[in-house]
């Protein structure tokens, strides 16, 4: 038997860019999928979880080799922390455990897009794969490079959970996705990576991807600077632009932005795709932000959010 290990991630800027080769910085989090894996003869594979139904997973999986698998799982489901990108990283390596690399997260991305059908980047696969601790990743989604920048020490990263599942997330993603796609076209670029904010002045949703690559490394510079103040000052316009020029956030998740800065984070955005799901937000180390969050979001909404801190951990691999 072998026991293998995938971790969510959280995306501290820079989302809606990956699937237009862009940038983003997310990390590997001290919550995963395990799996332990047993050989079978017979070339079947037989998946026990807990959590979610692994049936779609399991028959868009490619492999010859037969196993039984029990999965147990400490990311959230539908929380916009991965967990079906992590559970696919590790049915991935539990197929093949050689697997490694950009090769396991791009097996994982396809089999992602085979399963749920959503035509999702390659992100959430890559932090997984990649993941430091300690680190965040700053990933080039062209090239498919990572750099792994330290986070400073004195900070905490918070996620909070609006309490709402994601809604319309497949189809509103697959619409933006090919939004993007159509303004490359008319721009006569391959991705929108390779325009200029002259160029996309006039159409909000491409503007909001050139900005947030920007803003992505700006963020980074400032990361390894070790400025979270102005860290946070980008995760704001970050959110900002997610909502105002992609339109992918909630009252939610913009009550929940203020309430975070208003607790004394250096700053808050939505995380991932949005349209529901969670926030994430940089605080001074050990301050208290989840008692008036959750107080204040309680009476304005009547929803009960989670709010839990997480740190960066190391990614996908046997155990
Ligand atoms: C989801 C997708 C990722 C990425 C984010 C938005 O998490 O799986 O590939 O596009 O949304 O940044």
Redesign the pocket.
Known sequence: MIVVRAPGRV?LI??????QDGL?LPLAIDRAVRIEVTARGDGQVHVTSADADPRAYVNALDTSRGFDATVTSTIPVGS?L?SS?AFGVALVLAADPTAHGRDLALAA?AL?HRASG?P?????QMASVFGVAGHALLLDCRDLTVAPIAIPAGVDIVVIHSGLPRRLEASA?AQR?AACEAAAATLGVATLRDATEDQVSDNPLARHVVTENERVRASADALRAGDVARFGDLMLASHGSLRDDFGVSTPELDLLVALGMDAGAYGARLT???FGGCVVALVPAGADIAGPVTAGYRARTGLEPQVFTVTAADGAGVV
């Open positions: 995306n820079g989302d809606h860019t990956d699937y983003c916009g991965s990108a991305q992602e959503v999702c980047g390659v992100m959430d993603y996705r991932g795709a949005g």
